[in-house]
């Protein structure tokens, strides 16, 4: 099936994409930060530059999109009809990734956490602050 805008606009598109500062993102921030937690952004000397990072707890954060990182059973992480064999790859790609951004993580000490979009539609879950507090 072809796409239905041509490649320019297409481009144009998808380069509106947020990579930090996402809305699912600044709505977990705006949460923890409520609660009394204070964080970092995007510490790059962390393998996978985590969302949220918190120092004293050593927990990192990331905030991921259904779409992008394949949230499995999720209505959202569909696949796009038009040319599958790329995002077929691209969505392979970015689960390795997470995959071995984690791992990298844990190796290292760190608790890592995963928010999913579509776990925000009814607020921040209530077990975020739980598993940063307790472990």
Not at 57 to 74: E, L, M, N, P
Request: glycine share 8%; charged share 30%.
């Amino acid at each position: 099936m072809a796409d239905i805008v041509d490649r320019a606009t297409r481009s144009r598109m998808m380069s509106g994409i947020r990579g930090r500062n996402t809305r699912p993102e600044m709505a977990v921030r705006r949460h923890l930060h409520a609660v009394g937690f204070r964080f970092r952004l995007h510490r790059k000397d962390l393998p996978g530059k985590p969302d949220i990072v918190l120092p004293r707890h050593k927990v990192a954060i990331f905030v991921h999109g259904c779409f992008w990182h394949r949230h499995a059973g999720c209505p959202k992480a569909t696949t796009p009809s038009s040319n599958v064999e790329f995002w077929q790859k691209k969505f392979a790609d970015n689960v390795a990734r997470d995959v071995r951004d984690r791992a990298a993580l844990e190796s290292l000490g760190w608790r890592v956490l995963v928010v999913w979009e579509c776990e925000l539609k009814g607020g921040v879950p209530g077990w975020l602050v739980e598993a940063i507090r307790w472990g």
